[in-house]
């Protein structure tokens, strides 16, 4: 392989598709872009569509984005920029929407910064100050990201509280008071009925005085289904209206943007304001979705927002990412209150690069995130989540039998769900379905609410759900899970022994395989609308229902059974065996591993949900037996699946390629293909090159001696050309059409009579990557996921070939895949 300079790659930008110049002139305005992520991108009807009638040209507008800065002076040699390039010129050094960033000229920025501050701090005692300053600058901006999403979180979750309890009734003391606030202080309620107390009250009670009879019931029933219908209304109609980029779960687009990709708006300061308000409403309405993922996205938008008041990193999109990466680690870090579980998740799931300093901040900010949570105290129970529970009998070898099966059972549901999930999103894309959403959210919605009501394990939110689930029970405990028959003579000592099932279980047991039956369904159509919705809670669900109901029978056959050969060796009649709560933790894991394809991160949220060091081995066999299942039906997490969906332009670093292809094979252009666009060195003037920019879309050109011999000599963006042109026809005395244009460092003497030549040496990439044409594929693919390049150029004895870039690459691979290659449309 050869290289013209392999530490420096040349500009390339992700997506041929992805942005089309809507004028082939000079406008200047046209290139004036934002370099804020906080730009609201208008998208009509929500829906992404980033496709482009040019399909497959020679070369693309997958170099849109980048621009070489450093292949002036040092680089490009001593030669002179003219007048009218002295000066920055707007446009110059950012980024296109939908492009991907250039990663190495972003470090290689970065490192001249800190040279220059370094160099700097030597000098004066308020240099050194600033330096110091600069230094402290990522830690202060992960303190103000960890304050900031805490807050949120404890909002989201104390709005959410309140309003899932207001279908169900008011509180008279003040309608703020959820049910549960509410009856805090009432002197009038029973151990047995908490939750009932004179000053709450339910619907029915407030408007016909009671709450026995058949028309109360109805009454409820309607008030119950209109308030979720009220709620998902305003959620979709916000999100329409204000916000598309605020629906779903936003890991997947968090993942592309973490690998390069700009999506201009999606984390920008109105996303996160119709997203905060939404996904309250999303998850009062009751739909069958969490609000896990959608605070991963909440907080990255905190971090991006944050970072404009830091220059180091508004001006640096590469450090950006990192700071969305520690970002996204305090999401998860509020979402289940596991700090060190949530710089996992941001590390095996989220993040592309993932150096050790982030690592640190990531902590930093989970740490501050998780502090912030905790001193508000949402749920009042001194606990940063809801289901927060602690198990007290160890678990027995023999029980990792049943443990394994709730793997297998989290693995089959996991492939189950993606299939089905993103055969219906496929459906809601290609078909008319998809420009209907309020329509769509309103019928889901009406669906689940009419179908949840008459069951309690349907009607209660999904997080008290799971709580019950998780519950193990003990004397104080009145729920039906807790019915059991008491045989007090046979305690020993503060454990409660394995008891006869009451009927209150039995009843419990049936509600909950219709819970199942309902979770299972209704969150395959609940997952990807236009509502913020996160999928970790239903996943979650659908595994501690399981869960419980194998522990329930496993307990019931140790109670009546305990003589045989499994039992006899460890559980004694009148002993506390078998905990059904366990096994629901188990199975929660197990079908949250099944669908995301997490494996540590998932056991470390788990085991810092419990606290109890002696459950990681239970957990650890269920998430892997999970993972190799779903793994061996299918390769996709639910995320990675979506990423692919949409067209997004994300190179996995997991995959490995193997096969045995070579550059030639993939490069553009093919035969029969229009030969590649180039520009010349020292024969072409500023028509013959305004005539290329106006004949085709593709973003930059490369630069060869002449066409004779197509000697590579750089390459030369479309934005710098147009840009550069103007200016000189502004600024610089005698350049006209038929001026020719240099890109040599010395231009030979010209006649009196002719025009002024150009000079445009120093906007010229003199190390564009490139490779020769019998370079495997192999080596290629990891040169773009390790280094982040957008394209790379394709030489044979040092004679220009043809080009390829990050789409060509993908397209490849879903080809070698017998995928559909041109799924990489950015749909």
């Known amino acids: 392989m050869s290289m013209m300079a392999s530490y420096w790659p040349g500009p390339q930008s992700f997506g041929s598709e992805a942005v089309a110049m809507n004028n082939k002139g000079f406008r200047r305005e046209s290139f004036q872009s934002s370099t804020s992520d906080e730009d609201l991108v208008e998208i009509a009807g929500g829906a992404l569509d980033f496709s482009t009638t040019d399909d497959d040209p020679p070369l693309d507008r997958e170099m849109l984005g980048g621009f070489s800065l450093y292949n002036g002076g040092g680089m490009n040699g001593t030669s002179k920029m003219m007048d009218f390039l002295e000066e920055p010129l707007p446009g110059v050094g950012t980024y296109e929407d939908f492009n991907t960033i250039d990663w190495v000229r972003e470090k290689s920025r970065d490192r001249d910064r800190h040279r220059e501050i370094a160099t700097k701090s030597k000098e004066s005692t308020w240099a050194l100050i600033q330096s110091v300053s600069d230094a402290f600058s990522g830690w202060l901006l992960m303190l103000l990201i960890g304050l900031l999403a805490g807050s949120l979180a404890g909002l989201i979750d104390i709005s959410a509280h309140w309003m899932t309890d207001l279908k169900e009734g008011l509180c008279l003391q003040g309608f703020w008071f959820n049910h549960e606030h509410c009856c805090w202080n009432s002197t009038e309620t029973t151990f047995e009925d908490r939750d009932k107390c004179p000053e709450w009250k339910s619907w029915s009670q407030l408007i016909i005085g009671h709450e026995e009879g058949a028309f109360a019931y109805v009454l409820n029933y309607f008030l119950y289904v209109l308030w ?43 996303t996160l304001l119709i997203k905060t308000v939404t996904l309250v409403l999303a998850v009062s309405s009751g739909l069958s979705l969490g609000k896990e993922g959608p605070l991963v996205h909440v907080a990255c938008c905190c971090g991006n927002i944050l970072c404009h008041l830091f220059t180091k990193y508004r001006k640096n999109e590469a450090k950006r990412r990192e700071v969305l990466s520690a970002a996204a680690a305090a999401g998860v870090s509020v979402a289940f209150g596991a700090p060190i579980g949530g710089v996992l998740f941001s590390l095996e799931e989220v993040s592309y690069y993932f150096p050790l300093k982030t690592l640190w901040r990531s902590f930093f900010a989970a740490l501050v995130a998780a502090f912030t949570l905790r001193s508000i105290n949402p749920f009042g129970n001194s606990r940063l989540v809801l289901f927060y529970v602690e198990f007290h009998t160890p678990w027995h070898l023999l029980e990792l039998v049943p443990f394994i099966l709730l793997g297998i059972f989290g693995g089959l549901w996991g492939s189950f769900f993606i299939r089905s999930n993103i055969a219906w999103c496929r459906r809601r894309k290609t078909t008319k379905l998809g420009k ?28 008290e759900l799971i709580s019950e689930l998780f519950n193990d029970c003990g004397l104080l405990d009145f729920s039906k899970l807790c019915e059991y028959v008491n045989d007090f003579n046979s305690t020993k000592g503060d454990d409660l022994p394995d008891r006869a099932a009451g009927p209150g279980v039995y009843t419990a047991m049936w509600q909950l395989a219709l819970a199942l039956i309902l979770k299972i369904f209704i969150t395959i159509f609940t997952f990807g609308m236009k509502v913020p919705s996160g ?27 305990h003589d045989w050969t499994i039992f006899s060796g460890w559980c004694s009649q009148g002993a506390d065996c078998i905990t059904p709560g366990l096994y629901a933790m188990v199975g929660a894991a197990a079908c949250l591993g099944g669908v995301t394809r997490m494996t540590v991160s998932l056991v470390v949220i788990m085991f810092e949900l419990t606290g109890g060091l002696e459950y990681i081995v239970p957990l650890m066999a269920a998430a892997m037996t999970s993972k190799w299942v779903a793994d061996a039906i299918g390769r996709e997490g639910i995320y990675d699946a979506h990423i692919r969906l949409n067209g997004y332009p994300f190179l996995e670093a997991k995959e490995e390629f193997s096969h045995k292809t070579l550059a030639m094979d993939v490069m553009r252009p093919r035969r029969n293909d229009l030969p590649l666009t180039v520009i010349t060195q020292d024969s072409m003037t500023v028509e013959d090159v305004e005539a290329i920019i106006n004949e085709t879309t593709y973003s930059g050109y490369p630069v060869v001696v002449s066409r004779e011999s197509q000697r590579l000599v750089g390459f030369v963006l479309r934005r710098d050309l147009i840009i550069s042109i103007e200016n000189a026809r502004k600024k610089q005395d ?63 004895n040092g004679k220009l070939l043809g080009i390829i870039t990050k789409k060509d690459v993908l397209k490849h691979i879903a080809q070698m895949a017998n995928q559909d290659p041109d799924s990489i449309l950015f749909n």
């Open 436 to 463: 209907y959403p309020v329509l769509e959210v309103l019928v889901v919605t009406a669906l689940t609410a009419v179908l949840a009501f008459p069951n309690e394990y349907t009607r209660m939110s999904t997080s």
């Open 535 to 561: 999928l970790f809670i239903p996943s979650m669900a659908v595994g501690a229902i399981v869960g419980r109901l194998l522990g329930v029978g496993m307990e019931q056959l140790a109670y009546y059974h």
């Open 228 to 270: 979720a219908l009220v709620f998902s209304l305003l959620a979709v109609s916000l999100v329409r209206g204000f916000a598309p980029y605020a629906c779903g779960s936003g890991i997947p687009e968090i993942k592309t943007i973490l690998s390069g990709f700009i999506i201009r708006g999606y984390l920008g300061k109105w």
């Open 734 to 796: 005698g350049i006209v059409s038929t001026s020719i244009i240099y890109f040599t460092d010395h231009s030979p003497p010209l006649p009196p009579s002719s025009p002024s030549m150009l000079k445009l040496r120093s906007i010229l990439d003199l190390s564009p990557f490139t490779v020769t044409d019998q370079t495997p594929m192999e080596i290629v693919v990891d040169i773009f996921r390790k280094l982040g390049l957008r394209q790379c150029l394709v030489t044979h």
